[in-house]
């Protein structure tokens, strides 16, 4: 069964830690992307990586990092420096044809909690 | 001003109505549009994609591009309790940079 599965479902975060939300995808998508979803607002972009090590930041990056060393792999580190962690944060993934960027799929997201 | 503007709701409408969601833009690059839909804890589905003004159709599902006016619409004919959820539009520029409305909550009751 191909699609993108993101772990864990839940996670919470103690003051001061660093938390990695895990994404994985087995549809052979060059790109993929992480966004973060508040209530009332749109999916902002935190990363995103069209190419094995390469990635770029988005328009809400800071406070996290990501790594791309596998094609099917795209892990977001939520690090201390992120004040405002609580949110729901998806990942996506999408093939690049022609240069051109089709339309992304998505996990089914990780909440994100602070305790 | 944003970038997408989609009135988040929440819209109810009883089973059988025709239900329209709409969205403006005002990036004159953006060249793809997409209608997502997305049930309680989960992941936004691709419902549908379309990069031409005018209506592309896909059982009880219209979507419908106005380029000149920015602005893109869903229809739901035959709306049904399953149809519940919350649905986004998200346009993309040729170069892949996407945005995404903030969603309109739909509730059709039986």
């Known amino acids: 069964d191909g699609g993108i599965t993101q772990s864990p479902k839940y996670l919470f975060r103690k003051e001061g830690q660093n938390v990695t939300l895990s994404c994985e995808q087995n549809?052979?998508?060059?790109?993929m992307y992480w966004y973060r979803q508040d209530p009332g607002q749109g999916l902002r972009l935190i990363y995103y990586s069209q190419i094995v090590n390469d990635f770029q930041k988005g328009d809400i990056a800071e406070g996290y990092s990501v790594s791309r060393e596998k094609k099917e792999s795209f892990p977001l580190t939520v690090t201390s420096a992120q004040k405002n962690p609580t949110a729901f944060y998806l990942c996506a993934s999408a093939p690049i044809r022609d240069s051109l960027h089709q339309p992304q799929h998505f996990g089914d997201g990780t909440r994100l909690s602070i305790l | 001003q944003k970038e997408v503007e989609q009135d988040p709701g929440p819209l109810s409408v009883p089973e059988g109505a025709i239900v329209s969601l709409n969205c403006t833009y005002s990036n004159s690059a953006f060249q793809y549009f997409m209608w997502y839909r997305q049930y309680s804890r989960k992941g936004p589905e691709l419902l549908m994609y379309?990069?031409?003004?005018g209506n592309k159709e896909d059982g009880r599902f219209t979507a419908q591009v106005d380029k000149s006016s920015k602005y893109i619409s869903l229809f739901i004919r035959d709306s049904q309790p399953s149809d519940s959820a919350t649905y986004l539009c998200a346009m993309s520029a040729l170069s892949g940079d996407m945005r995404f409305g903030a969603g309109t909550r739909l509730t059709v009751k039986p």
């Open positions: 549809l052979n998508h060059d790109a």
């Open positions: 379309t990069y031409s003004s």
